[in-house]
């Protein structure tokens, strides 16, 4: 195969973007699937792997609160202490969906079991217990395994870390925010930086792998208030962050300020963070995130590892080979479920040239990028390819990684990936063939 050359005439490590954007979902490329035929496919491939060693994750999600914080855009609703009835439907249909998915029963369990939502954690003791135990039932357990739940500071204390050792959780993924008590209060926290502080260092001393959320971007907070913040939770233990930008707001953030958006105050302080980390000894190890390595976190990182994911409950994204799928929402998804129909709402087939493109930006949001995959991009889309690459590589947005021939996002275009993703999805399949290419400084 021809080396691909990236052309440098357009070097100006400049930031070549105003508004920054979020990666959206492949949904809307490839060849689009209802819910039948990808409950479908989803039961041949499962066939077609018994006995194979095909890495997979399994993502539960639980769509419950027990209040809405101002800054939340997932796909939740805050249920009242008095709302057994809505946790035990739950419950019921989704240790349901569980038995009855086309993945169940595999050869071999799963890297990782992760708990996300919402606050999974709202189910209480009991219901928790039973779920974890139907998947452990389902899709098998191993010590290598990892089961991670999301939560809140508010959810740990000593009765929730013991129910979670003897269930064999060994991660909890914290959503701190910010340290901040300003910050905190305005986002309506209701414990101080310094008691959130003293639930991670309990949840560490207990011996549970932490890491945390951070959020750039909230009214109020300077450029310094996160990599602060993270320079606190580092000194606590915690070896693993998960950082991104303000994204919606239900209250009105002061005048002059908004919610997310642009380069200013929030790009100053993802360059404050990106420098923080690297001295640190951290890497980015998934799209916001940095770590030692991607073991740091499973299921944040198995799309680095090319790894398949089981979806379950309402809303939760699923992935296998080529395939990209959707559960429904609820109402729809309990409805599906009673009915013997299947709970998911639609998916996309990613084959030919979009698949190549997928291969790409999985290892642009893992930053590891490596010549095949741009090589492969190149052979399906010719020339527009190739002068995109290399105009990232020009701006400095692409630079030399840690492997020989890898390149990697620098800090500008880890800040800016989504850019850099849409551009991408954006090429049109080509015939024409691209020039032979080598990365930027080598002869062709």
């Known amino acids: 195969m021809n080396p691909v050359h990236l052309p440098t005439s357009h070097f100006s490590r400049g930031v070549p973007y105003g508004e920054r954007r979020e990666i959206g979902p492949w949904f809307q490329a490839g060849r689009q699937l209802g819910g039948a035929e990808v409950q479908e496919r989803l039961a041949r491939q499962a066939a077609s792997v018994r006995g194979a060693g095909r ?183 915690v070896r693993m962050f998960s950082v991104c930008e303000l994204r919606h707001l239900r209250s009105v953030p002061p005048a002059g300020e908004k919610a997310g958006g642009g380069r200013g105050r929030n790009y100053a302080s993802w360059c404050l963070l990106w420098e923080r980390m690297k001295r640190r000894g951290l890497r980015p190890i998934h799209l916001g995130q940095f770590g030692r390595s991607d073991r740091d976190n499973l299921y944040f990182t198995h799309p680095a590892r090319g790894e398949d994911c089981v979806a379950i409950g309402p809303y939760a994204h699923g992935s296998a080979r080529n395939l990209v799928y959707a559960n429904a929402l609820t109402p729809d998804y309990y409805a599906a479920l009673r009915a013997r129909r299947s709970p998911v709402t639609f998916g996309v087939a990613l084959e030919g040239a979009p698949r190549r493109i997928r291969d790409l930006e999985r290892e642009l949001v893992a930053h590891r990028v490596t010549p095949r995959s741009v090589e492969r991009v190149c052979e399906g889309y010719g020339e527009p390819a190739q002068r995109l690459v290399g105009r990232w590589v020009g701006d400095g947005l692409l630079v030399p990684g840690g492997e020989p021939g890898n390149l990697e996002p620098s800090r500008e275009g880890s800040w800016f990936l989504g850019n850099m993703v849409g551009e991408l999805r954006g090429l049109e399949p080509s015939r024409a063939k691209a020039a032979p290419f080598t990365p930027a400084g080598e002869a062709a």
């Open 55 to 237: 890495a997979y994750c399994v993502y539960v999600h639980v769509p419950f609160c027990q209040r809405l914080c101002s800054f939340c855009a997932l796909y939740t609703r805050a249920v009242p202490r008095q709302s057994g009835p809505v946790l035990d439907e739950f419950l019921a249909l989704t240790v349901l969906a569980t038995e009855r998915h086309p993945g169940a029963f595999p050869p071999h369990p799963p890297t990782t079991v992760h708990f996300g939502g919402g606050t999974p954690l709202v189910l209480g003791p009991p219901r928790f217990r039973v779920l974890t135990e139907a998947l452990r039932a389902v899709f098998g357990d191993t010590p290598g395994c990892e089961w991670a739940v999301e939560t809140t500071t508010s959810s740990v204390d000593e009765a929730s870390l013991q129910a979670l050792r003897e269930l064999g959780f060994s991660r909890i993924h914290l959503g701190i925010q910010s340290l901040d008590d300003g910050v905190r209060r305005a986002a309506g926290r209701r414990e101080s930086g310094a008691q959130a502080l003293a639930k991670v260092e309990r949840a560490l001393a207990a011996g549970f792998n932490v890491s945390v959320d951070l959020i750039i971007g909230f009214a109020g907070a300077g450029a310094r208030t996160i990599p602060r913040d993270a320079a606190r939770l580092f000194a606590a233990g």
